[in-house]
Nanobody
Framework: QVRLVESGGGLVQAGGSLRLSCAAS????????MAWFRQAPGKEREFVAC????????YYADSVKGRFTISRESAKNTVYLQMNSLKPEDTAVYYC???????????????????RGQGTQVTVSS
């Protein structure tokens, strides 16, 4: 079993920044892929970003490219999502997701990941 705990969400004004963290524990193994998804009220869950086990492969959704950065700190079993230039449309519950390997052909599909956290709320005011 793998446990994921997100933190760092909150209320921020448009143009501001937040850094989300996702701490993994349990039977993670030494290397694994992680992703961030988000879901706004009344909308489908959507892919935000992912990082491969080595960190060499990173993908972003077009809507966040250039504003968000995913990174990992392996020693702490933690993955981060630095979010800059936030917009009201970024408002959502943000979830991290775990997979032993990066699902290369479908990295943007949340069901391809084995575990997901409870989520952290991000609200961007205009």
């Amino acid at each position: 079993q793998v446990r994921l705990v997100e933190s760092g969400g909150g209320l921020v004004q448009a143009g501001g920044s937040l850094r989300l963290s996702c701490a993994a524990s349990g039977r993670t193994g030494s290397r694994y892929a992680m992703a961030w998804f988000r879901q706004a009220p009344g909308k489908e869950r959507e892919f935000v970003a992912c990082i491969s086990p080595s960190g060499a492969i990173i993908y972003y959704a077009d809507s966040v490219k250039g504003r968000f950065t995913i990174s990992r700190e392996s020693a702490k079993n933690t993955v981060y999502l630095q979010m800059n230039s936030l917009k009201p449309e970024d408002t959502a519950v943000y979830y991290c997701a775990f997979s032993p390997l990066l699902p290369t052909e479908s990295y943007y599909v949340s069901e391809r990941y084995d575990y997901r956290g409870q989520g952290t709320q991000v609200t961007v005011s205009s």
